[in-house]
């Protein structure tokens, strides 16, 4: 199945795990292919790396919002990807989802704390927008809680 294109179209969050597995086995092959595969994956490197460069924390973000993935994923594939200064690289991710965090609560309306407990009912009365930004700032803080 080629998850990039298609006439079903996936979300942000399949890339990451797809992108990350072919820098993965680029590198790989890299140190451990036969002369032939090293001297192609050295050309292929330096191209995919032009890109990874930029869009690496974006892809890890939408990763870590996917409730099928978390931070322990990602974690995980960084430590694959960046053998001996992984915890810099994740250091990236983190900070950025921070980052987007506290943008995001800046700009938002005060949520009550308990804005979780409230009755169906309840939350019905409230506009989509408002309880789309609540959602999304729970979710943010148990990711902050849990990490």
């Known amino acids: 199945m080629c998850v990039i294109s298609g006439t079903k179209y996936p979300t942000t969050n399949i890339y990451f795990s797809c992108i990350s597995t072919a ?4 590198k790989h092959e890299l140190i451990e292919g036969p002369d032939y595969i090293k001297q192609m994956c050295r050309r292929m490197i330096v191209n995919f790396e ?3 460069h930029d869009f690496c924390v974006i892809l890890a973000i939408a990763a870590i919002l996917d409730p099928r993935d978390k931070f322990a994923f990602v974690e995980w594939c960084y430590k694959r990807l960046y053998v001996g200064d992984y915890v810099f690289e994740f250091k990236k991710v983190k900070d950025s989802l ?3 965090f506290l943008n995001y609560a800046s ?12 009755r169906h009912t ?5 506009s989509s927008s408002t309880i ?4 999304f700032l ?7 809680n849990n990490v």
Do not use: I
Request: proline share 3%; glycine share 2%; charged share 15%.
């Open 50 to 52: 032009k890109y990874w």
């Open 122 to 126: 309840e939350c019905t009365s409230r």
């Open 107 to 118: 700009n938002s309306v005060n949520v009550p704390a308990n804005v979780g407990e409230r």
């Open 98 to 100: 921070f980052s987007l």
């Open 132 to 135: 789309l930004q609540s959602q």
């Open 23 to 26: 820098y993965a086995t680029l």
């Open 138 to 144: 729970q979710v943010l803080l148990f990711l902050m």
